[in-house]
């Protein structure tokens, strides 16, 4: 009779050997290149998976569309429809009335099918859903339709953003960066820019300090730099900056990994003043010197304030040679939102939980 294994022996069955003493030294990047072909590998059948799924859905809803109107019949047809796939088909999903009136709508909302390959077929099919509920405008679905797809954004993101009007407040912030940055650069830092910032998730009253302010923006900093967007990497906050042996603080600092820059902003609790520049001039202009690489484009300024007088922001830098944008934040969404549209959205409770999403879930 064979002896069982003693343990040491049964140990070395089951835990792979250390890498250097069982394969050659050239394995460990055998297994990167593998593991790397694999994961792209696996995202490109996810998504010429979902690409053909949204261009089979947009086609059936174009020839609901085209029998209807060469026929005239109604929704009983399409009940009709739904009933005989799923006899024809037992194990398919997804051709309940409700989703082929969606496909319909598809096929309404898109009529041109290049639109449908270059941007909407690379959003998951309950994203279109929402695309086709919440907004009426094909020039608003493609809008959002082309960042969601860019960004990454999960469904409940991508809810949030339309909530908050994200169309409205991208690259609005009062800024020079016209006057500051080369040609290449003004455009892309300037649409990093939102006014107002919506940072709803805030629950400090109306009469907040700044401290507290920006106690809760890191506390809260996964919707924080939502908010802010893409691109955007958390460094720290009251960085310190020893200029000649005495000591500043910025309030928080951020790395753009797309501009390949940082970003200082200064949070105010209070109205625009044209006072609030120099010192944010002094503290880009110590970011350039102290921590950025000669790798790294010019420090950028965002002041964001309470409110202010556009007119009165954009005199005030005229006179800055460093790059700074000028925005308001509030703390409630209802403030930049019609009126009609303010008791349809969600609590801030309900926020939480929607941001509690990791963007770039596939949902």
């Given amino acids: 009779m064979t002896e069982p294994p003693d343990a040491e022996t049964r140990v070395s069955v089951t835990t792979p050997l250390p890498l250097g003493a069982a394969v050659p030294e050239w394995y460990p990047a055998l297994l990167d290149s593998v593991s790397e072909r694999v994961v792209r590998g696996h995202r490109r059948a996810v998504a010429a998976a979902n690409s053909e799924l949204i261009a089979t859905y947009w086609?059936?809803?174009?020839?609901?569309?085209?029998?209807?109107?060469?026929?005239?019949?109604?929704?009983?047809?399409?009940?009709?429809?739904?009933?005989?796939?799923?006899?024809?088909?037992?194990?398919?999903?997804?051709?309940?009335?409700r989703n082929l009136k969606y496909m319909r709508s598809l096929a309404?909302?898109?009529?041109?099918?290049?639109?449908?390959?270059?941007?909407?077929?690379?959003?998951?099919?309950?994203?279109?859903?929402?695309?086709?509920?919440?907004?009426?405008?094909?020039?608003l679905r493609e809008w959002y339709a082309a960042r969601a797809a860019e960004n990454g954004w999960s469904r409940d993101v991508l809810a949030l953003q339309i909530q908050s009007r994200l169309h409205d407040r991208s690259g609005k912030a009062v800024t020079n960066f016209q006057q500051t940055l080369p040609a290449a650069d003004s455009d892309l830092a300037q649409q990093a820019t939102k006014d107002p910032y919506l940072f709803d998730f805030l629950t400090t009253g109306q009469k907040v300090r700044e401290r507290d302010l920006e106690n809760e923006l890191v506390e809260h900093v996964t919707q924080f730099l939502l908010e802010l967007g893409q691109g955007f990497a958390f460094v720290g906050r009251q960085v310190r900056l020893d200029i000649n042996g005495e000591e500043f603080f910025c309030d928080l600092l951020?790395?753009?990994?797309?501009?390949?820059?940082?970003?200082?902003?200064e949070l105010k609790a209070v109205a625009f003043e044209p006072g609030f520049l120099g010192q944010l001039g002094m503290y880009i202009a110590a970011v350039d010197d102290l921590l950025a690489t000669p790798a790294d484009g010019p420090t950028i300024g965002l002041l964001l304030c309470r409110s202010k007088d556009n007119l009165v922001a954009e005199y005030a830098l005229r006179s800055m040679?460093?790059?700074?944008?000028?925005?308001?934040?509030q703390a409630a969404i209802t403030t930049s939102l019609p009126a009609d549209l303010a008791p349809a959205l969600p609590s801030i409770e309900e926020l939480e939980a929607e941001l509690g999403t990791v963007p770039g879930d596939p949902s």
């Fill in 254 to 265: 951020f790395y753009h990994l797309t501009l390949r820059r940082y970003v200082v902003i």
């Fill in 59 to 97: 086609s059936i809803g174009r020839d609901i569309l085209d029998r209807q109107a060469q026929q005239g019949w109604g929704s009983k047809v399409i009940d009709r429809l739904s009933a005989d796939l799923k006899h024809r088909f037992p194990d398919v999903r997804g051709y309940s009335p």
């Fill in 321 to 329: 040679a460093a790059p700074i944008g000028v925005a308001d934040w």
């Fill in 108 to 139: 309404a909302a898109w009529p041109d099918s290049a639109i449908v390959q270059r941007c909407a077929a690379q959003l998951p099919w309950r994203h279109h859903q929402l695309l086709l509920d919440k907004l009426d405008s094909a020039d």
